[in-house]
């Protein structure tokens, strides 16, 4: 697999129904409010076009981690969801999963949805290219606002 960017040590490939487990414990630490359950995690390994790609540390634990979806259209893609693990994050682990999802759903666009109040992951967005496209009230459980986001990938990638 094309390696974008990494720190030494770090590897960044496929990710398959193995790695539920530890998927299933980075979403609850790092989505206080909004971790898939366990039966929803799975099925991002069982619906047909869907990209799973992972980090693994150099100690062989899973450090980051992002789902997409090619949809139905062949016009947009979309992130489910991405995240880095607290100990390895801002060192371009993030950057590298998003890039590498990119390239892989082939598609015009590439839109997600994040937490208004999420400003880390609205930086990290905006200095890979993705613009707010839209606001969705009271998309969260909680009442917050969720952003759309967008992104025009290039044809060829
Ligand atoms: C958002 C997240 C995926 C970023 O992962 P990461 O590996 O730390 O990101 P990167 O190292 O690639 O950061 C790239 C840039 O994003 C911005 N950024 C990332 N984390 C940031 C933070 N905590 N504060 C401010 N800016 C931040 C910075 O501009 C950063 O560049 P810099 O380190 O040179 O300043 C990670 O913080 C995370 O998993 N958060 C919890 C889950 C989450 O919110 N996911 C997104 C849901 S939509």
Request: charged share 20%; aromatic share 8%; glycine share 8%.
């Amino acid at each position: 697999m094309a390696a974008p960017d990494l720190p030494p040590g770090y590897a960044l490939c496929r990710a398959t129904l193995l790695d539920l487990r530890a998927l299933h414990r980075l979403e609850r630490v790092i989505f206080p409010r909004d971790a898939y359950p366990y039966f929803e995690l799975a099925l991002l390994f069982l619906v047909p076009r869907i990209i799973n790609l992972k980090i693994v540390a150099p100690d062989g634990s899973l450090a980051g981690f992002v789902s997409a979806s090619r949809g139905l259209s062949y016009e947009r893609g979309w992130i489910i969801t991405l995240g880095v693990a607290p100990a390895h994050q801002r060192r371009g682990l993030g950057t590298a999963l998003l890039t590498a999802v990119e390239t892989r759903l082939k598609r015009p666009f590439v839109r997600l949805t994040v937490r208004e109040s999420n400003l880390p992951a609205i930086r990290l967005y905006q200095r890979v290219g993705y613009t707010v496209v839209g606001r969705h009230p009271a998309y969260y459980r909680d009442g917050e606002t969720g952003l759309i986001m967008e992104k025009r990938l290039s044809v060829n990638s």
